[in-house]
């Protein structure tokens, strides 16, 4: 996958929220944020395959998708947050 | 006698026998590295004990994590204890061992965790797993792990970024590996080992990424499976497969893949950690 598209969105997304951004997964390039709460932890990755799709996932059953485009990147981002706390603030 | 703390092992099948990993013979047999099970006791064990062979615990979801409420204080999860075990020595020893720091219920909130900087080694973290790792080692050191890595507490053990920055110095050429931010995937027990004798492994893939280091000892059987039990990343579709020949004397690393990216995982991987000719993958198959 190709972010260089992307990037700038994240990386500003990810000093204003304070989220360290993962970018190695196995061999393969990614951008993945980890989120850990009092009651669970949630992931967020985005995909570039000429659509852009945020999706954020609590590690067992809850998963969301986002498709957007470079301009809502980052709404859906805070979008895909937002979703994440409610995830790990409660059973 | 533990269930096996990764849960089912074949992800996707209808295995429910949390005691597969020693074929349902827990009282009699214990499966000290994960890779084959044996009489209790240490009695045979056929696979490889290299002298530096070592074994950890695989990373856990630090649940209990804390950060002040307003979010401006973000602050790293990492590094409360870590755990790093010498089966050759049997003996247990607990670094960065400072508590890790709670807040009131008022104060928690979330915590975004950090990402693994690593290049060559092997970030070894807790589990709930002390009950299965019980059966690999002495029973004092045992008990003492086991205790370490109650879920009680949930929480996260990383070796400090002193440490893994002293381990990436000490490493060679990641070659292969890419040093960086990385999510994590190498859980359950965590072992390395230098591999005694020429071996196959399959590896799978998709496009023209014909060399990687994520190895597995048994080819999957469809590509559905593999993206799923092996948590591949969004862009492997594991749509090929191919063998990949590891000469003798390859220092690799086993574990067991942590779910990540929708992907649950559980599946056995063998993750290279130093090169290999490229000639050494061979061409890549469909896989259905």
Not at chain 2, 158 to 174: D, F, R
Request: aromatic residues 6%; charged residues 20%; contains cysteine.
């Amino acid at each position: 996958m190709n972010f260089s598209a992307v990037d700038p969105t994240l990386k500003e997304w990810s000093s204003r929220n304070r989220m360290p951004l993962s970018t190695q997964y196995q061999d393969a390039e990614v951008r993945s944020f980890e989120l850990v709460g009092p009651t669970g932890r949630a992931q967020i990755w985005v995909e570039v395959n000429g659509d852009i799709t945020v999706h954020v996932w609590d590690y067992r059953k809850r998963k969301r998708s986002f498709s957007v485009d470079r301009s809502t990147l980052s709404d859906a981002l805070d979008d895909a947050l937002r979703v994440a706390k409610a995830w790990c603030s409660t059973p | 006698m533990s269930a096996d703390p990764l849960g089912l092992h074949d992800p996707g099948q209808a295995d429910l026998n949390l005691y597969a990993y020693v074929r349902g013979m827990a009282l009699r047999a214990v499966d000290p590295l994960g890779l084959a099970e044996t009489a209790a006791g240490f009695g045979k064990d056929h696979r490889p004990t290299e002298a530096n062979m070592s074994v950890q615990a695989g990373p856990a979801p630090p649940v209990n994590a804390s950060v002040p409420e307003s979010g401006q204080e973000l602050q790293s999860v990492a590094t409360p204890q870590s755990l790093h075990v010498s089966q050759r020595l049997a003996h247990l020893s607990v670094v960065d061992s400072k508590p890790l720091e709670q807040s009131g219920p008022s104060e928690v909130l979330f915590a975004a965790l950090p990402p693994v900087r690593i290049g060559k080694a092997v970030v070894g973290a807790v589990t709930g797993a002390g009950g299965r790792i019980a059966g690999a080692l002495e029973k004092r050191a045992a008990t003492k792990l086991a205790d370490a890595a109650s879920t009680e507490g949930a929480q996260v053990a990383t070796l400090s970024s002193e440490k893994i920055a002293a381990a990436n110095a000490g490493g060679s050429a990641p070659g292969l590996l890419t040093a960086g931010s990385r999510v994590p995937n190498a859980g359950g027990r965590i072992i390395s080992f230098v591999t005694p004798e020429q071996r196959t492994f399959y590896r799978v893939y998709s496009g023209d990424s014909s060399v990687g280091s994520f190895l597995t000892s048994v080819k999957p059987r469809s590509s559905a499976f593999a993206r799923e039990a092996l948590a591949l990343p969004p862009g492997n579709q594991a749509t090929f497969v191919q063998e990949v020949i590891v000469p003798a004397g390859t220092r690799i690393q086993r574990s067991r893949a942590l779910p990540a990216f929708g992907r649950r995982g559980g599946a056995e991987q063998f993750e290279l950690l130093e090169h290999i000719p490229v000639g050494n993958f061979g061409p890549g198959v469909p896989l259905p």
